[in-house]
């Protein structure tokens, strides 16, 4: 006979944070009776003072409703902001302590830059990391900090065949959360190779055996696989609860009412599993609700994601051209009405944290000048009718510009177009704008030597992968940019044969890829070591040397030195999509 009971918890949860401890300013369309227009206007909201607040207000009405409370996140805490490119995870792991972060799953972003940051992060995190899919039994002892000894760090268990897991107590009755992180984490991160990533459906199902022979029937999984995989996890697995996720950055409810449409509804139940995921950048709080039958099923789970955000509304983004007092007065009478908006203050102990230790460095780079941008340049991944991406192109010109400066013989550059991030508007760029939004990920630059047939076939996989030609891609962001080299995608030729007019540029005049020729050539750490369709490069004469500048400092010392930016003259990447007879340019 079951000595299992019942069990009522409340779960505040946050995914993709990407080091946004500040503010962000958002833009939220009324509905024309609220100034009897259809109007826009700009809110200060999020950032880890407003969330901090908002969980505690939420941790103490669960304790009022004798409800007991976790507050989770569900992975990529790191990159995404200055506070990220000056810091690394130490402000992550002071921040994420003082807003009292219970549990955190391992994002892909966490590994951007290898094992050894995410050692350093969890010895200063006073919370444990679910990766419970990540083996690390293997993992050399002899580095500086391996992961593995770290009782904090909860991945699979290779004795028991399972996740290792953290148990809640509620009200005496035991609640087990388990972590799961994406499967291909080598394809679009950089662990380091002694560790491995195993089947998130295997893992789940043997962790969730393991726990019902131990009596724990009450099971939620935090993940960092994506919403649509959460959604099919859900389908495949049974007896866990809920899942939270991120990855996505999928803000789950109905924001019509702010401008924003609707994502299905806050808690998705999919054969008897409730998922939820809450946006990214710190802008809203998830609040689940979840109330266990003694048997582990779900009697009911409710629950809302609400954008935080501050009381005061402008007409503008700079949030300088400000509303006459009855608008203003409209405004938040309206925005006090609607369910998915919670008013918040900044809770002063993390404002302190933030001015004491982070913010003055932080202010120092958005004032520094770093050169004029001449005119709007555009980004865009994979090219369209208007042609490619005006910005990548530049910053590959800067990493061919840093290798060289620093003495590398470098014919030619190639770059992902997922690493850059935004495009530009025409004035004044500030070390802020390069380092916290154009090129927010702090990857280092290598510079590797490969034949032509390598980079040939790097260009059509990387390409392949962006829209799918073939192959089940990762996503657009491997499209690939280059400096010093020009090509041609044909989308429908055959495969090894979509590159055309492979050339460099060599004393000014543009030469012919040789298949069989050693060319030097940069990446960022990223693209060097084969992610996304680049594994070709993998097949190197010279393995990648890092020359110890990350993207950003190369850009803006690159952009320091022109003084001046424009778009290109000419572009070098030329895609000529399935269907189509013209080169789309």
């Keep these: 006979m079951s000595t299992n009971r019942p069990a009522k918890i409340t779960i505040a949860h946050i995914n993709d944070t990407h080091s946004h401890f500040e503010p962000s300013s958002v833009s939220l369309t009324l509905p024309r009776e609220v100034l ?6 700009f809110s200060s909201c999020g950032g880890f003072s407003r969330v901090s607040s908002a969980v505690q207000d939420v941790k103490r009405q669960a304790y009022l409703n004798d409800r007991e409370f976790m507050f989770v996140h569900a992975g990529d805490c790191f990159q995404g902001t200055l506070y990220f490119s000056l810091y690394k995870g130490v402000a992550n792991a002071r921040l994420l302590n003082a807003i009292g972060i219970d549990a955190m799953a391992l994002g892909n972003h966490e590994l951007d830059m290898g094992n050894n940051v995410v050692a350093d992060f969890m010895d200063l995190a006073n919370f444990p990391l679910l990766a419970g899919n990540w083996d690390l039994s293997k993992e050399h002892q002899t580095k500086p ?3 593995l000894p770290k009782e904090n760090v909860l991945a699979f268990d290779n004795k028991t065949g399972h996740a290792k897991y953290l148990v809640k107590d509620v009200a005496g009755e035991p609640v087990a959360i388990f972590g799961l992180a994406i499967e291909n984490m080598a394809g679009i991160a950089n662990p380091d190779p002694d560790t491995a990533f195993l089947n998130v459906v295997d893992v789940a199902n043997n962790t969730v ?3 019902n022979s131990k009596g724990i029937n009450k099971v939620i999984v935090l993940s960092h696989l994506g919403y649509e995989r959460d959604l099919e996890l859900a389908a495949q697995i049974d007896g866990i609860g809920a899942i939270i996720g991120g990855h996505t950055h999928t803000m789950q409810g109905d924001f019509s009412n702010i401008g924003y449409g609707v994502t ?6 999919i054969a008897g599993t409730c998922v939820v995921q809450a946006g990214c950048n710190a802008l809203a709080l998830g609040q689940l ?17 609400q954008l935080l955000l501050g009381r005061q509304f402008t007409l503008d983004a700079s949030r300088n051209e400000h509303l006459e007092s009855t608008s203003h007065d409209a405004v938040k009478a309206y925005l006090l009405s609607q369910p998915n908006v919670r008013f918040c203050i900044k809770d002063p102990h993390i404002e302190n944290l933030l001015n004491e230790d982070y913010r003055p460095a932080v202010r120092k780079l958005q004032t520094q000048h770093v050169a004029e941008i001449a005119e709007p340049l555009r980004h865009i ?9 005006q910005i990548a192109p530049l910053v590959v010109d800067s990493f061919v510009w840093q290798g060289r400066q620093l003495g590398y013989e470098v014919d030619f550059g190639i770059h992902n177009a997922g690493g850059v991030r935004a495009s530009l508007h025409k004035g004044v760029i500030t070390s802020a704008d390069i380092s916290g939004r154009l090129l927010p990920f702090a ?11 390598q980079v040939r076939a ?16 990762t996503g657009s962001g491997s499209f690939p940019y280059t400096s010093h080299l020009r090509y041609i995608y044909r989308c429908c030729a055959e495969k090894g044969q979509r590159i055309e007019g492979l050339q460099v540029l060599k004393v000014g005049t543009w030469c012919d890829i040789d298949d069989d020729e050693v060319y030097s050539s940069i990446s960022s750490g990223y693209t060097a070591t084969g992610k996304e369709g680049y594994g070709a490069l993998l097949d190197y004469d010279v393995e990648p040397i890092a020359i110890n500048r990350t993207m950003a400092e190369s850009f803006e010392a690159y952009a320091q030195s022109q003084q001046v930016i424009s778009a290109p003259k000419a572009e070098l990447a030329q895609f000529i999509p399935c269907g189509c007879n013209s080169i789309v340019a």
């Design 36 to 41: 009897n227009s259809e109007t826009s206007v």
């Design 145 to 147: 900090n391996p992961l």
């Design 209 to 211: 055996t393991a726990l």
């Design 264 to 269: 299905d509804s806050y808690g998705q139940m």
């Design 289 to 305: 609700q979840i109330d266990f039958n003694a048997d582990g099923s779900i009697a009911k789970a409710s629950g809302i994601n």
């Design 381 to 389: 991944r994979v090219p369209d009718h208007r042609g490619g991406s």
């Design 443 to 453: 990857i280092g630059l290598m510079v590797y030597q490969v034949k032509g047939r």
């Design 458 to 473: 790097a260009l059509e996989g990387a390409i392949d992968n962006a829209i799918d030609n073939g192959v089940e891609g």
